[in-house]
C-alpha cells in the first residue's frame, strides 16, 4: 500500500481515529475482525488520498511484551496481526471534502467529544484545517496498541 501515515481513519459506524502506524493499523481484536470492523473502513492519508478497506485477513496472533502475560492475557484482548485488503485505487480528496467528512462523523459522535471537554475545541480546530496533518492532530489515537501488548 502506499499509504502515508498518519492517517483518519473512519469505521461504518462513524467513528473516527487517527493512526501513527501501520503497526498499530494492522493490529486488532479477534472480535473485531468476527464483526467485520475493517470492512468498508474508510482511510484518509496526509497526501489526501482516500482507500477503502473491502476486507481484513488474520493473519497472527501477536504475544504479550510482558513477563506476567498470563495475567494480562485475562485482562487484555489477544491481539491479532491483519492483512488489509484495500477495495480499490485510491482518491485524491479535496481538503473540504474531507473537512465535511471528519465534522459530520464528530457531530455524530458529540457525547465522545463533549465527555472529553473538547468538543468545541476540536470542531473549530478542523474547520480551520488547511491540511489532512492538521486535521490528523485534532482527532483521538483509538489504535494506539502500545498499552496492551
Same mark, same amino acid.
Given at each position: 500500500m502506499g499509504i502515508e501515515f498518519p492517517i483518519i481513519v473512519i469505521a461504518k459506524d462513524g467513528v473516527i481515529s487517527r493512526c501513527n502506524n501501520y503497526d498499530d493499523l494492522s493490529l486488532t481484536t479477534s472480535a473485531s475482525l468476527k464483526s467485520k470492523y475493517h470492512e468498508n473502513?474508510?482511510?484518509?492519508?496526509? /497526501? +489526501?488520498? =482516500?482507500?477503502i478497506v473491502d476486507h481484513a485477513n488474520g493473519?497472527?496472533?501477536i504475544k504479550h511484551k510482558m513477563i506476567l502475560s498470563r495475567i494480562?492475557?485475562?485482562?487484555?484482548?489477544?491481539?491479532?496481526?491483519?492483512?488489509?485488503?484495500i477495495q480499490e485505487d485510491s482518491q485524491v480528496c479535496a481538503i473540504d471534502e474531507i473537512k465535511e467528512l471528519v465534522i459530520n462523523c464528530i /457531530? +455524530?459522535? =458529540?457525547?465522545?467529544y463533549i465527555a472529553g471537554d473538547n468538543y468545541e475545541e476540536v470542531l473549530l480546530g478542523v474547520e480551520k484545517a488547511d491540511t489532512?496533518?492538521?486535521?490528523?492532530?485534532y482527532l483521538p489515537n483509538l489504535f494506539?496498541?502500545?498499552?496492551?501488548h
Open positions: 473502513l474508510v482511510i484518509i492519508d496526509v /497526501k +489526501q488520498l =482516500k482507500y493473519k497472527q496472533y494480562k492475557s485475562i485482562f487484555f484482548p489477544k491481539l491479532i496481526k491483519i492483512q488489509l485488503i /457531530k +455524530q459522535h =458529540k457525547d465522545f489532512v496533518r492538521k486535521i490528523i492532530d494506539n496498541w502500545d498499552d496492551i
